[in-house]
């Protein structure tokens, strides 16, 4: 499977490993090898990390953490438990680049690593200068967050190759059968 990074933020690529989350809820990282993957895909590391079962239930905890942020009422104050807990994650070590002579760059890191880059993405989805760019997907059963980068800041759907084209087909559609009837 390949993966989608369409969100303009890792954290929120990250929350999007499980898709259609108030239907399906398709995983998309249901195993160890698979979560390892999403993280070299990522461009966090080179190669995927060694990932054991404790290991995973510890990044699927720290996916669910951030989707519980994400989706917590924007007018009441964070859970502190959720904050704490994100903010752990975020302050370890992250992957380290090394440069070559040959002027290439090699980036490494455990789990723990991968874990605080997701971390630190997702406080940085929460800054105050984020929040009015923090939209969600308007494509039919999608759950996808993205941060809108667009200049006229309209952006509607999570990447135009998937939900964007079905909406736009969708109301082709519509209008062809408004225009016979």
């Known amino acids: 499977m390949a993966f989608e990074f369409v969100a303009g933020n890792l954290a929120l690529d990250f929350v999007a490993t499980v898709a259609e989350r108030r239907t ?23 190669a995927p990390p060694a990932i054991d079962q404790p290991g995973y239930r510890r990044a699927i905890a720290l996916r669910e953490t951030i989707w519980s942020l994400l989706t917590a009422d924007a007018a009441l104050p964070l859970a502190g438990t959720a904050v704490a807990e994100l903010n752990r994650y975020a302050s370890a070590p992250l992957p380290a680049a090394a440069l070559g002579v040959d002027r290439t760059v090699a980036t490494a890191g455990d789990l723990a690593a991968c874990l605080a880059a997701v971390g630190r993405a997702a406080v940085d989805a929460f800054r105050p200068e984020n929040a009015a760019h923090l939209k969600w997907c308007e494509g039919t059963d999608c759950t996808r967050p993205f941060l809108d980068a667009s200049r006229a800041g309209n952006r509607r759907w999570c990447g135009m190759a998937g939900c964007g084209d079905r909406a736009k087909a969708a109301a082709y559609r519509a209008r062809r059968r408004s225009a016979r009837a």
């Open 24 to 46: 399906a809820a398709e995983e998309r990282v249901p195993t160890p090898d698979s979560l390892a993957r999403w993280f070299a895909d990522a461009g966090l590391v080179d």
